[in-house]
């Protein structure tokens, strides 16, 4: 059984800064995929980035309107991952979720937190 929590949102002007983290329960995985998710106001709910790990190394995946201005990076020790978020546009104003996949599958979800940025 897998908990997450995220933290870090809030409110933010147009080309500034936020880093937003998940933190999991339990014990650390020794390999797997966590991704972070995004929901705007009357919008589908969209991929973000991805990072996964494993045997091979680590490797990370953005979605091509994040790309450059997002990193992802993950703390083993703490059980965290981290997305910041840098150069922010209004058009990113969304809840953002962490999520944990199982498989092929995102399974574990978080509650979200609200990320806003204004003009």
């Known amino acids: 059984q897998v908990h997450l929590v995220e933290s870090g949102g809030g409110l933010v002007q147009a080309g500034g800064s936020l880093r937003l983290s998940c933190a999991v329960s339990?014990?650390?995985?020794?390999?797997?995929?966590m991704g972070w998710f995004r929901q705007a106001p009357g919008k589908e709910h969209d991929f973000v980035a991805e990072?996964?790990?494993?045997?091979?190394?680590?490797?990370?995946r953005y979605v091509d309107s994040v790309k450059g201005r997002f990193t992802l990076s993950r703390d083993n020790a703490k059980n965290t991952v981290y997305l910041q978020m840098d150069s922010l546009k209004p058009e990113d104003t969304a809840v953002y979720f962490c999520?944990?996949?199982?498989?092929?599958?995102?399974?574990?979800w978080g509650q979200g937190t609200q990320v806003t940025v204004s003009s």
């Open positions: 999520a944990v996949a199982k498989g092929e599958t995102y399974e574990y």
């Open positions: 339990g014990r650390t995985f020794s390999s797997g995929t």
């Open positions: 990072i996964s790990w494993g045997w091979s190394g680590t490797s990370t």
